[in-house]
């Protein structure tokens, strides 16, 4: 290692990690360690001084990475916690129901570090709403198990929030570490935690406030990407570029972003006009035929996609709030109930779970948190009710 050279621990060696995270922070000049808990991953990250990140479709150039090195953070914790404990920043892009397994190893990081060292930043870099502030929360309770208390864990580390925005499809079995990506990337981290100190990392967009931002990504990018998903794979297509391409399904996943558009116009005050050019912007980024994305990745985890503060129920729940209609998110909830993929573990236990002797209202309950006195619950039971009706026997 370069003496002086600034480092970067990213837990999650995927898509996104290589393909984003790692290649923005490998671009502003640190060096990276890639922690995965995929054995034959790390040993291929630790066999190939370098991979190339190909943007595919209009205006994609090709990026080289290299000077990485990978620890198996399952097998290895030692390495881990001496490479957390000596670092700049800490990333993640592992998803985030991985984040509590990830927190213990940053904790005892964190409690390693030489007292000369200055606070490790760490950032999530998941779909999910303020997933920085779920893996603090999980940090700061593993700290305590390593002798550190909050004040300890503030003098040590900051935390911010982001959003991220790439489109990584998965990648052929042969492409070894190389990553096919969509020319687009926006990462959104919050600026007020790092006070005077904000990491140099070029192509960040540093944001005051992250909220309008996450939800405006979420529930437009998101919320578009999984109707596509969704109403594609009961219409028979396999990737995304094909599902936009039929008439009757872009319909669908347009009716949705105008309802989406509408909270978002009314509750953080975007300009109509703006939201607009923006969904425009992301239903070409879904149409790109060379980005080889298929509706079973875009679909995956179908559980935590209906779940209560997430893409569909989330803004859902506050259009019907607001008094507004919501009916296009609840048709593009009904598709995801008809999710069956089959090796996607969610997928099993929602078809399970509908296909078992819950009554409707708990199944409603269950999937998306909704009590009976939320105005969305009725139309949500009545969407669960369709899909178990439209059940195979
Ligand atoms: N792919 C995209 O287009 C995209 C874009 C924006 C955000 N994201 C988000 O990024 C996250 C990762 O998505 P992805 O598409 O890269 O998934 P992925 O499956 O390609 O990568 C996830 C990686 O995390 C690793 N992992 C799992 N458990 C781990 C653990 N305990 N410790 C360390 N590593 C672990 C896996 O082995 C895998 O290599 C998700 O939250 C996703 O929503 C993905
Ligand atoms: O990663 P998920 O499962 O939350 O969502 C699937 C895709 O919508 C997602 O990975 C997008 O490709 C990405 O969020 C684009 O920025």
Known sequence: MESGQRTAVHFGAGNIGRGFVGLLLHDAGYRLVFADVAAPLIDAINATPSYTVHEVGEGGVDHLVDGYAGVNSATNETELVDRIAEADVVTTAVGPS???????????????????????????????????????????????????????????????????????????????LDVRVEPYFEWAIEQEPFGDDVPDIPGVTWVDSLGPYIERKLFTVNTGHASAAYFGRLAGAQKISDALAMPEVRAKVEAVLAETKALLVAKYGFAPEQQQAYVEKILGRFANPELPDTVERVGRAPLRKLSRHERFVGPAAELAERGLPADALLAAMGAALAFDAPDDEEAARLQALLGGDSSHEDVAEELTGLGADHPLHDAVVGVVKGAREAQPD
Do not use: H, Y
């Open 98 to 176: 991985i984040l509590k397994f990830v927190a213990p190893a940053i904790a005892r990081g964190i409690a390693a570090r030489p007292a000369s060292a200055g606070p490790l930043a760490v950032m999530a870099c998941e779909n999910a709403i303020n997933a920085t502030d779920i893996l603090e929360q999980e940090v700061r309770a593993a700290a305590k198990g390593e002798g550190l208390d909050d004040a300890d864990v503030d003098a040590r580390s900051v935390f911010a929030n982001t959003a991220v925005d790439r489109i990584v499809p998965a990648q052929d079995p042969g492409a070894g």
